[in-house]
């Protein structure tokens, strides 16, 4: 059975850069499309990122775009994602997630989750 661990999430200052990891254990589907979503208190999830298999295929969130990037290590089966000029409506709990129909915005796509990590920036 795949798992996802999430860490990474920490307490910020508005303009700081942190790098979130979503490590997979398991069989082969920790080599499939990852995404990363997150969800403030009181608001709907929303879709950050996602990376295809291969690496190739990256999608960003309106919101993140140009500040955010996702990778993967293939070996580590850890994909990861780094964000750069944090906001504080960054806030939120981070989720990443495994999809076996290939990099998406869409959250229905997605079928394995971790357990989340919190970013906080404040200040």
């Known amino acids: 059975q795949v798992q996802l661990v999430e860490s990474g999430g920490k307490v910020v200052q508005p303009g700081a850069s942190l790098r979130l990891s979503c490590a997979a254990s398991?069989?082969?589907?920790?080599?499939?499309?990852r995404g990363w979503f997150r969800q403030a208190p009181g608001k709907d999830q929303e879709f950050v990122a996602a990376?295809?298999?291969?690496?190739?295929?990256?999608l960003y969130g309106d919101r993140v775009k140009g500040r955010f990037t996702i990778s993967r290590d293939t070996a580590n089966n850890t994909v990861y994602l780094q964000m750069n000029s944090l906001k504080r409506e960054d806030t939120a709990v981070y989720h990443c997630?495994?999809?076996?129909?290939?990099?998406?915005?869409?959250?229905?796509?997605?079928?394995?989750w971790g357990q989340g990590t919190q970013v906080t920036v404040s200040g």
């Open positions: 398991g069989p082969t589907l920790s080599s499939y499309a």
């Open positions: 997630a495994i999809s076996r129909y290939g990099a998406s915005q869409d959250v229905y796509r997605y079928s394995i």
């Open positions: 990376i295809s298999s291969t690496g190739i295929t990256m």
